[in-house]
């Protein structure tokens, strides 16, 4: 839907927050339990644990920092010699059904934060430094947005890796459909890499 002189400028975040969610969860769409849960890079990153993590990120950028705490575990910040990427990767034990369903779990709370405050609402987010620690809704909400628009840019590229399905979201993939030639422009874009490494005298 496209902005409108009605919309305020908190619904437009939020819109374009929720496009975002969105897209993440298609991208699970049609994976098998391992392709969604597999390390597709050096450092372990995989799809259903990117939704874990945003579902977190949300949990206490929107709640802690605003004095609405998320009622389920999350991130166990206090435990000793916790592993720094538990967030980051779902457990056998975890379902897809589980990561997935806490995920929506935490926008219904997170959209009681947005219905009770305004861009102005002040809070604090308790793990930043004291001195930028104090933030509006507004600040959050732009900085909750660019993270989850980084983390979607990831699972389109660890998807496309894993079985070439590809698209922007579901009802805008921003894909041609007639017919694109992909495999000729790969060559042209490859064939210009070498020509540049050979120019560059890298060849």
């Not at 890079?41 to 709640?63: C, M, Q």
């Not at 579901?170 to 020509?195: C, F, I, K, M, S």
């Amino acid at each position: 839907m496209p902005d409108t002189p009605t919309e305020t400028p908190l619904d437009t975040l939020v819109r374009y927050l929720q496009t975002l969610r969105d897209a993440v969860l298609w991208k699970l769409d049609g994976l098998s339990e391992y392709d969604a849960r597999r390390p597709l890079t050096p450092t372990g990153t995989n799809i259903l644990g990117l939704v874990k993590h945003l579902a977190w990120v949300e949990a206490g950028y929107f709640g802690a920092t605003f004095g609405r705490p998320f009622p389920e575990p999350t991130y166990p910040e206090d435990e000793e010699g916790m592993d720094h990427n538990v967030d980051m990767w779902a457990t056998a034990e975890e379902s897809r059904e589980d990561v997935v369903g806490q995920y929506r779990r935490v926008w219904a709370h997170v959209g009681e934060t947005f219905a009770a405050g305004s861009l102005d609402t002040v809070g604090r987010v308790p793990w930043w430094p004291e001195e930028r620690g104090t933030v509006t809704l507004h600040q959050v909400l732009v900085h909750v947005c660019v993270e989850t628009a980084r983390h979607a840019g990831q699972v389109d590229i660890l998807r496309e890796r894993l079985d070439g399905a590809v698209g922007m979201r579901q009802d805008a993939t921003n894909l041609p459909d007639d017919g694109y030639d992909w495999p000729a422009h790969v060559a042209r874009v490859e064939a210009a890499a070498v020509a540049a490494a050979e120019a560059a005298g890298e060849r």
